[in-house]
């Protein structure tokens, strides 16, 4: 069928059945969550199975798990074949709980309700400002978790889930220094720290976080031992002192500019002039490009009131911050790195 001139070649041709698809998104994050619940990817580990034999292995219903398993075929998670029988595609293999780099716990954590109640706020949000979490919860994501152990561990598993496939390529697109000390602040289980050390075996580390994701920390392996060190503690009030290099990964999309303007001027008190600073974010691309920072900052909108940003906004936030950008530089993953200079 010949393109209209006045509609992008890449636009749907059925543009009203394309909207209805948009509009009813939350059925496949629905289904996704049920095969990742029933570990459907386990299950075909070693092979094609058919919706009756998985039903078997995981106690669930046939037929509603065949027309499920149908659903998600469509959308390239799982394969029908001429048998009848499901196998997994490459995407799918993501979803098993062996494997390398699973995102079976990032999926678990994205789909909770957690955050499916908030997506469903956000048209309050957008009417009001602020984050749609607080409203629906009573308090603050992070607050909210230090209440509830449980939603507190899935949320630390998925982020460490979603953590992985970035720190290995982080790891190897910044040319860290071959010794010093790099001070991860905000770093969670530590997943980047381990990947940059393994990689620089005369460097040492700091994990800086909050107690309970540093309760589960990665760094405790023959390769790194006597080269690291946790330390609890608030990157509002301080961080540790005497680092060459300090890294924020995943940080300050979490927060609005004033409380990141706080946590930039907190690690510049810390670090000596010259020192190095790495901001590890999604970097916005400007114009229409589809880009799954801009996903994410509708997430960030909805749970946190933060915000992913382009190039020039965090320019604006490190030199507020007392650093000076000096470069920007990709990953094969999703976010930049941006490296800052202490002024």
Not at 13 to 32: E, I, K, P, R, V
Request: hydrophobic fraction near 45%; proline fraction near 7%.
């Amino acid at each position: 069928m010949a393109t209209s001139p006045t509609r992008p070649a890449d636009e749907p041709g059925d543009l009203a059945t394309h909207l209805m698809d948009q509009a009813m998104g939350h059925l496949f994050s629905a289904a996704l969550r049920a095969a990742a619940h029933y570990r459907i990817a386990d299950q075909l580990a070693a092979g094609p199975r058919t919706p009756e034999q998985l039903a078997v292995a995981t106690d669930t219903h046939a037929p509603h798990l065949r027309r499920v398993l149908r659903y998600l075929a469509a959308r390239g998670l799982f394969r029908e074949d001429t048998s009848g029988a499901y196998q997994l595609t490459p995407a799918a293999q993501q979803l098993r709980t062996d494997v390398p780099d699973s995102l079976h716990p990032a999926v678990m954590m994205l789909t909770d309700e957690l955050f499916l109640r908030t997506s469903a706020g956000l048209t309050e949000a957008v009417r009001h400002g602020g984050a749609a979490f607080e409203r629906l919860f009573g308090a603050p994501l992070f607050a909210h978790l230090e209440s509830d152990p449980a939603k507190r561990e899935l949320f630390d598993d998925g982020m460490a889930s979603l953590a992985a496939p970035v720190d290995d390529a982080v790891a190897a697109a910044y040319p860290f220094p071959a010794t010093g000390t790099v001070v991860d602040v905000g770093g969670g289980r530590g997943g980047l720290l381990r990947a940059v050390l393994r990689r620089h075996p005369a460097l040492t580390g700091v994990l800086f976080d909050l107690a309970p994701p540093l309760v589960h920390h990665l760094l405790e392996t023959d390769d790194l031992k006597g080269r690291w060190r946790v330390q609890e503690g608030d990157f509002f009030a301080a961080v540790p002192e005497g680092g060459d290099v300090y890294v924020l990964k995943h940080v300050l999309h979490h927060w609005p500019d004033d409380a990141c303007r706080r946590i930039l001027r907190t690690c510049r008190a810390a670090m000596a002039d010259g020192r190095r600073l790495l901001v590890v974010d999604c970097v916005l691309p400007p114009g229409n490009a589809p880009h799954f920072g801009k996903t994410m900052d509708v997430a960030m909108l909805a749970v946190l009131d933060g915000q992913e940003r382009n190039a020039d906004e965090f320019a604006a936030l490190l030199s507020a911050g007392g650093f000076r950008l000096t470069r920007v530089l990709p990953t094969p993953s999703i976010p930049s790195i941006m490296e800052a200079v202490a002024d």
